[in-house]
């Protein structure tokens, strides 16, 4: 930032410093042109922003993760719980409280909620039912790990509230890990620090923020997936690649999918080689990163097999037994001739079988009248995703048709943005997403599944505000607003840090970008608010 010198001189000016001053005074007298021809209102508007409020990526997402707590604790105290008749997961009834559970559960109990039941109780007991087969192990794993070095069990708190506690605070970290790796990708990806910017900003304050931390998969998912597709551009050659994609398989089912990131750069670089003996190469490494992937994914599935397709005696503390037999759940190790029939599959994967059985989970399964409004709650993510995707092929449609791999003429390729370029497979993975959901799946889990699998949420939802005329009015605004309170310009972007005005000033917004706006934050909001009430929002 610069500043003009406070120092008088009474020396004649050069020639040089003649034409310098003139060029000022001509710059300085357009200047006053431009800002006599731009509306007051708008000028007062920005001046009241400061163009510079940047905040750090960490900060940023540490204030929205305290901002969803504050508001779950509130809400959960004026809002009596809603009767759902899901999932609870029992509790001994002879085991004494700890001191601070009821501090535990005054705080974060808004939090244990819905699909959390499960991951706690797996944390706890282990994969006890066989319905808990539809939640994968890297989280509650995690958990376990981190509950058991605390402790587990003692006198303050019991297991329980521990491993909640847990739960939200590597939540926490997850979700600033994963807002790091949000704004490293999109850098690569959109190449405008700008869009950038907006993408983390958007991301902390997405319409599935409950889920980012309450004890759920999506912050540690997001952190994994938005970390496998950076590392695809930036160096696929490490074989590090395994470690972030292993886990997000491991982690979440539709983490399977990233491995199509990996198959899709690995041909790109395929195709770009001239010499038999590099394809080669280039082929045998990306069969050994495949194996040691399916390998990981192969314990998890030969552990499931080992729990519901064997009779065995495992030892299940008396009121898991007594819940399994209340609500007729299969308990692992008690397999009969009628109990799951996956076991008896060529290949026995359990999981589309539990999605089936226990949640109705199908092709159309879910298009039934009383699901409307589900479907009116997943429409805004499915929309934005799909009519944007739509618009992307459209507009690049010889690219699009090549998938991406092989080369356009120069002239192609030169009217094409980075974005363009590099966009497709991510573009291709989110729509693919939305699709699915309309179709086979739960409609209302679309929003948090896109939220948390796909940066093109944010990328699409970005665009709104960067790319139109109305972005570069509003910089035109707040750069003689700035002027004509100091004479100073606004400061560059800082790596790392992003800057809060553009989504602050709602006074220079248009239609558009009030509606994207109201849709992130209303859908926190209301979706805390519901979500820690066991009101549906899942």
């Known amino acids: 930032m610069t500043k003009s010198s406070n120092n008088q001189q009474t020396i004649t000016p050069s020639k040089d410093q003649q034409h310098t001053s003139k060029k000022h005074h001509l710059s300085q007298k357009h200047h006053n042109q431009s800002s006599s021809q731009m509306p007051s209102t708008a000028i007062n508007a920005?001046?009241?922003?400061?163009?510079?409020?940047?905040?750090?990526?960490?900060?940023?997402?540490?204030?929205?993760?305290?901002?969803?707590?504050?508001?779950?604790?509130?809400?959960?105290?004026?809002?009596?719980?809603?009767?759902?008749?899901?999932?609870?997961?029992?509790?001994?009834p002879e085991a004494p409280p700890g001191k601070l559970d009821g501090s535990v559960n005054a705080l974060l109990g808004g939090l244990h909620r819905w699909?959390?039941?499960?991951?706690?109780?797996?944390?706890?007991?282990?994969?006890?039912?066989?319905?808990?087969?539809?939640?994968?192990?890297?989280?509650?794993?995690?958990?376990?790990?981190?509950?058991?070095?605390?402790?587990?069990?003692?006198?303050?708190?019991?297991?329980?509230?521990?491993?909640?506690?847990?739960?939200?605070?590597?939540?926490?970290?997850?979700?600033?890990?994963?807002?790091?790796?949000?704004?490293?990708?999109?850098?690569?990806?959109?190449?405008?620090?700008?869009?950038?910017?907006?993408?983390?900003?958007?991301?902390?304050?997405?319409?599935?923020?409950?889920?980012?931390?309450?004890?759920?998969t999506e912050s540690l998912y997001a952190w994994l997936t938005f970390a496998v597709m950076a590392q695809c551009i930036d160096d696929i050659n490490s074989i590090l690649i395994t470690v972030p994609l292993s886990l997000s398989i491991l982690c979440r089912s539709n983490g399977m999918l990233n491995i199509g990131f990996l198959l899709y750069f690995y041909m790109r670089r395929i195709l770009s080689q001239n010499s038999f003996h590099n394809i080669i190469c280039i082929g045998s490494k990306l069969f050994s990163i495949l194996i040691i992937i399916i390998f990981h994914y192969g314990i998890a599935q030969v552990y499931s097999y080992y729990l519901f397709c064997f009779e065995q005696k495992f030892s299940f503390p008396p009121h898991v037994k007594a819940y399994a037999i209340a609500h007729d759940l299969v308990l692992a190790g008690n397999?009969?001739?009628?109990?799951?029939?996956?076991?008896?599959?060529?290949?026995?994967?359990?999981?589309?079988?539990?999605?089936?059985?226990?949640?109705?989970?199908?092709?159309?399964?879910?298009?039934?009248?009383?699901?409307?409004?589900?479907?009116?709650?997943?429409?805004?993510?499915?929309?934005?995703?799909?009519?944007?995707?739509?618009?992307?092929?459209?507009?690049?449609?010889?690219?699009?048709?090549?998938?991406?791999?092989?080369?356009?003429?120069?002239?192609?390729?030169?009217?094409?943005?980075?974005?363009?370029?590099?966009?497709?497979?991510?573009?291709?993975?989110?729509?693919?997403?939305?699709?699915?959901?309309?179709?086979?799946?739960?409609?209302?889990?679309?929003?948090?599944?896109?939220?948390?699998?796909?940066?093109?949420?944010?990328?699409?939802?970005?665009?709104?505000?960067?790319?139109?005329?109305?972005?570069?009015r509003r910089q035109v605004i707040r750069k003689l607003s700035k002027q004509v309170q100091d004479g100073t310009e606004p400061c560059a972007h800082v790596e790392n840090y992003v800057e809060l005005s553009e989504i602050l000033d709602v006074r220079t917004m248009n239609v558009k970008q009030l509606v994207i706006l109201l849709y992130f934050v209303g859908y926190a909001v209301i979706g805390t608010i519901l979500f820690s009430n066991f009101l549906p929002w899942t």
């Not at 620090?193 to 991301?203: G, M, P, R, T, Y």
């Open 46 to 92: 920005a001046a009241n922003h400061d163009p510079t409020s940047h905040i750090s990526i960490t900060s940023l997402a540490l204030l929205s993760r305290l901002l969803v707590i504050a508001l779950q604790i509130i809400s959960n105290h004026l809002i009596p719980d809603h009767d759902a008749g899901v999932f609870i997961a029992p509790r001994d």
């Open 335 to 472: 397999k009969t001739a009628e109990s799951s029939p996956w076991c008896s599959n060529y290949l026995p994967l359990s999981y589309s079988y539990v999605q089936s059985h226990y949640w109705n989970v199908g092709f159309m399964k879910y298009y039934e009248l009383k699901q409307l409004p589900n479907f009116l709650l997943a429409l805004p993510a499915i929309y934005l995703v799909v009519s944007n995707s739509f618009k992307y092929i459209h507009d690049n449609w010889d690219f699009c048709a090549r998938l991406g791999l092989f080369r356009l003429n120069k002239k192609q390729v030169k009217s094409m943005r980075n974005y363009d370029r590099l966009a497709f497979v991510f573009i291709a993975h989110a729509l693919f997403l939305a699709l699915f959901s309309v179709f086979f799946v739960h409609v209302q889990v679309t929003t948090r599944m896109l939220a948390s699998s796909s940066p093109v949420l944010y990328w699409f939802a970005a665009e709104y505000f960067t790319g139109d005329k109305a972005f570069i």
């Open 115 to 216: 699909d959390a039941q499960y991951f706690l109780h797996i944390s706890e007991h282990g994969y006890s039912y066989e319905n808990t087969l539809a939640f994968f192990p890297l989280f509650p794993f995690i958990i376990k790990i981190l509950t058991s070095i605390l402790g587990g069990n003692t006198s303050l708190l019991t297991y329980r509230e521990l491993s909640l506690v847990i739960a939200v605070l590597l939540n926490v970290v997850c979700f600033v890990f994963a807002a790091k790796a949000l704004y490293k990708l999109s850098n690569m990806v959109l190449g405008n620090k700008k869009k950038s910017e907006l993408a983390v900003i958007l991301f902390c304050f997405n319409p599935a923020s409950i889920f980012f931390t309450a004890p759920y």
